[in-house]
């Protein structure tokens, strides 16, 4: 049985119009998607900006209310659970997020910081929060004597490290990590990615990462789901997406990421001028009268490709 | 004007002043950029490369600032202008076009008198000839629907469609040198090729020379004819497009080109640059400014007042620490537990 | 645009019945009553006239049914009897008002000339001498309380001095409708005007300043610099309109605001207006007066934010209203 299981999620928002402000159409910011998640994998949902990979993530987290569907975690439905299991439930998932500068408070220690999952799940004494909140940073390789220090005081991978060791404390088993290091440079992103590959061994986590780039994609992800407007396009192996993409919208995607190498630039330049040839003239191939992409079907045991 | 090159950078230092001290967060960097060149500038955040791009435009604030060398364009030195004569070279003969596209349009104007701003500044043209010259220019740089754009305010764009009537405002009056300052950074990937083809077009087109400021490498590859690496205000390497990728030098570039995610690294540990970017007010001032990130170098193979020097023709590095250079064996990631 | 405004005013409705019924118990509510303290003082009331009276006028009926008659007048256009000038409560307002818009008017046009300049140039010329001493006249005036302030001006300007006259909305000596009449309105308005809209400046110079400053920053302002528009240029085609807006959000509210009036400079002035006829009723328990006044003073806040909504769509093409 799957660890995290989502079938058919759907999160609409409401279009209101006319005088009276009746809803008069929605905005589906995730329509109809379903995937699983094995135990101890990578899984990378991949997209544009606006395609709901982001919100997909948050609706598993619960922070986002889902319209319809299922999140099964180990089976149970998280959306169907009252406010205290899900509380329960919420320990083993846990959420990176995308900029280390925002994302933690200005005003707190880092002590205070990495102890706040602790203070609202367990009941511990300051002495034992102490050592475990230290034996966290030291994980993250951050210095355990930093605890009453404040977050404009460490370098945005430090800062980083420090959203991640809290995301730790409670010893998630699931960690959902949106646009972990797009706010990074290369060099600092290259130390967080290692790290999180480290700790995902050490803890056996899962992870469910979320990003546009799809070189980080490629070297973190075990499976991956490609997005569009709210659906699925193409779900498989890292290989299968990489070395056999089906779809015209995969090919689109994974033919704009520049090549690093220049001897190279012609070709690309013309395989992408291909493919988008190709993307305007079978459109009708991929995208329904709607524009809307065709339900995922399986062209391999691991590959699946939404076509008509 | 055939060997001249059109722009030529000597010895410049842009310093800011932080409180009573003056700080160089561009460094001793010369550089040239020919007629029909793409330029690229790449290092990682702090590096000094956009604050030397806003030193070329004149755009860091007077009080604050303390530029010294050259920049030589079509003859004169751009730093002895009058803010007046400076004026005329900007968005004239020097074009430049911003990171973010969200941010970089006046959300109270339409998008056609935003690029009709130009013209107005620098010609006498009529309305009715800036606005047909707009329209060109909004056609040229790939707007489905001009008419209908010209009207439009910058809120009801996409962000590439708006990023591309930034190009149209940096290149409405056919400017020698264009500045792209992370140009795709803040766009989607498809987008990001479409911009980058976009802008190769146009340089094919008009003969442009193009300074490139970015961080990805990627983008280099596909853009640049020649590329310039900096790190903490200074420039380490620089050679043309193909040597620098087949061949780099110098042991920050090679680090850099080892930390990306390529597709031949699939799930192998990334390199991991060691310690971390000193800030404005910590650059070390002398010797090799890397030299603290590779510590497992010894002290001998560095220079004490390195140079940038051609090794080979036409590519150039600082410091004698590359001759030696190799990664540490035992890389355990950033281990160092201080604090910037 | 005109169903928006249209649906505004509807929503309107049960807003504005919820502040008559809470207008009304809170009056209901205030201990005493415009008759009870005649007693005392007029020697042809005794306590039998004051029960009839009383009687007379409904006040012992249920509340709910002396509500019922107040709204329904209300819904006439009729705002009640004034018990204490024995006039209708409209024709008191109505005699009043004008002295309120006009003051309120002065004031508020006063108050944009010589704080928009001043917010300008602090924003533009950050840190300098002239910007260190409109930061130093904000705080004074910040510090400085309307009434403290208003009667020092009286005093220098209108005693000591003698430049100015001290009390009242226009010299009665002299006729209706003459030139010497609309001169001595203005004499009678400078004082307060003046002083009304020194001490109202605070906020627009500080908001347009902050704006100005950050505006300043912005990207938009770094392409416009990088055409080659020259540095005036900048200010006034770029970052003057995009720091405006939030001023022209409060022009709405500042506009409506004119008719409700300042009790403040009314009473310090001896001004005759709005504002002085408000306190005067809640001294007098002059109810119907002032449940009038409330009223008209929270219609005209709902119209203000509407207003205020309406000028932002028009001055900011992102806030488009339909």
Redo the contacts between chains.
């Keep these: 049985m799957a660890f995290l299981k989502v079938n058919n999620l759907k999160v609409y928002y409401p279009i209101r119009g006319g005088?009276?402000?009746r809803v008069v159409a929605h905005v589906k910011a995730v329509d109809d998607i379903s995937f699983e998640l094995n135990q101890g994998e990578t899984y990378g949902l991949v997209g544009?900006?606006g395609c709901g990979k982001t919100t997909t993530g948050r609706t598993i987290m619960g922070l986002i209310k889902a319209t319809s569907g299922e999140v099964l975690f180990e089976n149970q439905d998280l959306l169907k659970m009252n406010r205290r299991d899900f509380n329960q439930h919420r320990k083993d998932i846990q959420m990176i997020f995308q900029d280390p500068y925002s994302s933690l408070n200005p005003r707190k220690r880092v002590l205070d910081i990495v102890a706040e999952p602790l203070r609202n799940f367990e009941r511990l004494s300051p002495a034992e929060e102490k050592k475990k909140v230290q034996f966290y940073l030291e994980k993250v390789?951050?210095?355990p004597?930093?605890i009453y220090?404040y977050p404009h005081?460490?370098?945005g991978?430090?800062r980083q490290r420090i959203g991640i060791a809290r995301a730790l404390t409670l010893k998630p088993k699931l960690i959902i990590a949106d646009e972990p290091v797009s706010a990074l440079?290369?060099?600092?992103?290259?130390?967080v990615?290692?790290?999180m590959?480290?700790i995902q061994k050490e803890f056996n986590l899962t992870y469910l990462f979320i990003s546009?780039?799809?070189?980080?994609i490629?070297?973190?992800c075990d499976r991956i789901g490609i997005m569009y407007r709210g659906q699925f396009v193409e779900e498989g192996t890292?290989r299968d997406i990489?070395t056999n993409p089906q779809h015209i919208y995969t090919k689109?995607?994974i033919?704009?990421?520049?090549?690093?190498?220049?001897?190279n630039?012609e070709n690309?330049?013309k395989l992408?001028q291909e493919i988008n040839s190709e993307y305007k003239n079978s459109y009708d191939k991929y995208f329904n009268a709607e524009g809307k992409v065709y339900n995922l079907k399986p062209i391999s045991d691991t590959h699946l490709v939404a076509l008509p | 004007m055939s060997n001249q090159p059109l722009l030529q950078i000597q010895n410049l230092r842009t310093s800011f002043r932080i409180g009573d001290d003056y700080f160089a967060a561009v460094d001793d960097v010369s550089l040239t950029v020919n007629e029909n060149e793409v330029v690229a500038i790449v290092g990682e955040s702090g590096c000094g490369k956009s604050a030397l791009a806003m030193s070329i435009m004149g755009l860091h604030p007077q009080e604050r600032t303390k530029l010294e060398g050259k920049i030589n364009f079509k003859g004169k030195n751009l730093l002895s202008l009058s803010t007046n004569e400076m004026n005329k070279v900007r968005g004239k003969e020097i074009g430049m076009i911003f990171q973010d596209p969200l941010t970089a349009l006046n959300p109270l104007m339409t998008c056609g008198k935003q690029i009709e701003e130009s013209m107005t500044v620098h010609t006498n043209m009529s309305s009715e000839a800036k606005r047909k010259r707009t329209i060109e220019l909004l056609k040229k740089v790939g707007i489905p629907n001009p008419e209908r754009t010209y009207k439009q305010y910058p809120h009801e764009l996409s962000g590439g469609m708006r990023q591309r009537v930034v190009i149209a405002i940096a290149v409405a009056c056919d400017p020698l040198l264009v500045i792209a300052d992370e140009p795709t950074t803040a766009l989607d990937v498809t987008i990001q090729a479409q911009i980058m083809d976009l802008l190769k077009d146009l340089q094919n087109q008009t003969k442009t020379g193009i300074i490139l400021i970015t961080h990805d490498l990627g983008v280099v590859a596909e853009m640049a004819d020649r590329v310039a690496v900096m790190y903490a205000g200074e420039i380490v390497e620089i050679a043309d497009v193909h040597t620098l990728f087949k061949n780099p030098l110098h042991p920050y570039t090679r680090s850099l080109f080892n930390s990306i995610p390529s597709s031949t690294s699939t799930k192998d540990r990334l390199h991991v640059i060691q310690g971390i970017v000193p800030s404005l007010k910590n650059l070390p001032r002398s010797g090799c400014r890397f030299k603290d990130r590779i510590k497992w170098i010894g002290d001998k193979e560095h220079e004490v007042n390195p140079l940038l020097r051609e090794v080979s023709p036409n590519h150039y590095v600082r410091c004698t620490c590359y001759k030696n250079f190799h990664f540490s064996d035992e890389d355990v990631g950033d281990m160092n537990y201080g604090i910037s | 645009m005109l169903k928006f405004i249209l649906r505004r005013i509807l929503v309107m409705i049960p807003q504005l019945f919820i502040l008559s019924i809470l207008i009304f118990l809170l009056a209901k509510a205030m201990p005493g009553d415009a008759l009870t303290g005649q007693l005392a003082s007029n020697p042809k009331m005794d306590a039998q006239t004051l029960h009839e009276l009383k009687q007379k006028l409904g006040m012992y009926d249920p509340y709910y049914v002396q509500y019922a008659r107040w709204i329904k007048g209300l819904l006439h256009g009729n705002l009640g009897m004034s018990i204490i000038h024995q006039t209708p409560v409209t024709s008191l307002i109505a005699g009043k008002m004008w002295n309120t818009v006009l003051l309120g008017a002065a004031v508020l046009i006063l108050s944009y000339l010589i704080a928009i300049p001043l917010g300008i140039i602090g924003g533009r010329w950050t840190d300098t001498w002239a910007d260190k001493m409109i930061v130093g006249y904000n705080y004074l005036t910040y510090a400085t309380p309307l009434f403290i302030f208003a009667l020092l001006m009286l005093f220098i300007f209108g005693f000591v001095l003698g430049w100015f006259p001290t009390s009242g909305s226009v010299d009665i000596r002299v006729e209706n409708g003459t030139f010497a009449y609309y001169m001595s309105k203005l004499n009678h308005l400078i004082l307060p005007a003046l002083s009304g809209a020194i001490v109202s400046t605070t906020v627009t110079i500080q908001y347009l300043r902050n704006e100005i400053i950050d505006t300043k920053i912005k990207d938009f302002v770094k392409t416009a610099r990088a055409k080659g528009v020259s540095e005036s240029k900048v200010y006034t085609r770029h970052i003057f309109r995009n720091s405006l807006l939030p001023i022209a959000a409060f022009l709405g509210y500042d506009i409506v605001s004119l008719i409700g009036g300042s009790v403040f400079l009314e009473s310090i002035y001896g001004y005759p207006g709005i504002g002085q006829l408000f306190l005067t009723s809640i001294m007098q328990r002059d109810f119907s007066v002032v449940t009038a006044l409330v009223m008209i003073s929270g219609l005209a806040t709902l119209i203000g934010t509407l207003l205020s909504d309406i000028i932002l769509s028009a001055v900011d093409p992102r806030i488009r209203i339909e």
């Design positions: 005088f009276f402000r544009e900006s390789g951050l210095n004597e930093a220090n005081e460490f370098s991978g430090q440079d290369v060099s600092v992103q290259a130390q990615l290692n790290f590959q480290d546009h780039d799809l070189g980080i490629q070297h973190m890292s990489y689109r995607l033919s704009a990421i520049p090549d690093i190498n220049p001897e630039r690309q330049m992408r």
